[in-house]
C-alpha cells in the first residue's frame, strides 16, 4: 500500500508538471487562468443576460482585485475574453465573450479533457469527477504540500526523487533516476546535491 501512495504522488506530480508546460508553451496561460476562464464561460452560459463584473468574480472566487486585473488583462492580451465599460456607470468593467471566444475556450477544454485522458493512464480514482476538476484538486493539493509546514525542508521536487528512491527500494543508479525524472521540468544534479546537504 506505502509503494501505491508513492507511486500515485510520482504519477500526479509528473501530471502536474506536464500540465502546466503544456498550458505554459502551448496557450501562454496559467493554471489560474485556465480556472478564471472555466468561471467566466460557465456564468456568462448560466447567467448570460446578467452582465459579468469584476466584484462578481471577487465575490464568487475570492481574488485580490490586483490579482484578478492581472489576469483579466492578460486573457485580453491573448483574445480570450473581451471586456468593455458599463454603458450605466463607465467605472465598472464588464467581461463579455464573443462566439468565437467561447468556440476557442470550449476547444481548450476539450483539448484538456483528451491531454488528461491521455496522460492519465496510471492515475485512478477520478471517476466521481470530470478529469479537469480533478487535475485542479490535485494541483491545489501540491500548492498545500509547497506550503506546508511538515515539508518546508523539502520541494516538490526533491519529494519526487526521494520517492523514486523509496520505489527502487533506495538502490538505483543516476541513470536510472534521470531515465523516470522529467526532461527539462527536474533537474536532477541540484536536487542531488540539496538533498545531501540536508542530510
Not at 78 to 106: E, F, G, M, V
Not at 127 to 137: C, D, G, P, R, V
Request: glycine residues 2%; proline residues 1%.
Amino acid at each position: 500500500m506505502h509503494q501505491l501512495k508513492i507511486k500515485r504522488f510520482l504519477a500526479h506530480f509528473v501530471l502536474d508538471h506536464i500540465f502546466i508546460e503544456y498550458l505554459k508553451y502551448s496557450h501562454h496561460l496559467t493554471i489560474e487562468q485556465v480556472k478564471l476562464l472555466e468561471f467566466i464561460l460557465q456564468f456568462t452560459e448560466e447567467y448570460y443576460k446578467e452582465n459579468l463584473s469584476l466584484n462578481i468574480i471577487i465575490f464568487y472566487k475570492d481574488y485580490q482585485k490586483n490579482e484578478l486585473l492581472k489576469l483579466i488583462t492578460h486573457l485580453y492580451d491573448y483574445n480570450w475574453i473581451s471586456k468593455k465599460r458599463d454603458p450605466h456607470d463607465q467605472r465598472r468593467l464588464i467581461i463579455t465573450l464573443t462566439q468565437a471566444q467561447r468556440k476557442k475556450i470550449n476547444q481548450l477544454f476539450e483539448d484538456f479533457n483528451v491531454f488528461l485522458e491521455v496522460k492519465s493512464k496510471s492515475i485512478t480514482n477520478h471517476t466521481h469527477l470530470t478529469l479537469l476538476s480533478y487535475y485542479f484538486k490535485c494541483h491545489a493539493q501540491f500548492k498545500v504540500i509547497e506550503q506546508s509546514h511538515i515539508y518546508s525542508r523539502l520541494s516538490l521536487e526533491e519529494l519526487y526523487i526521494l520517492g523514486l528512491l523509496l520505489i527502487n527500494n533506495n538502490e538505483t543508479s543516476f541513470k536510472s533516476i534521470k531515465l523516470h525524472s522529467l526532461r527539462g521540468l527536474v533537474t536532477l544534479r541540484p536536487i542531488i546535491k540539496k538533498l545531501q546537504t540536508k542530510g
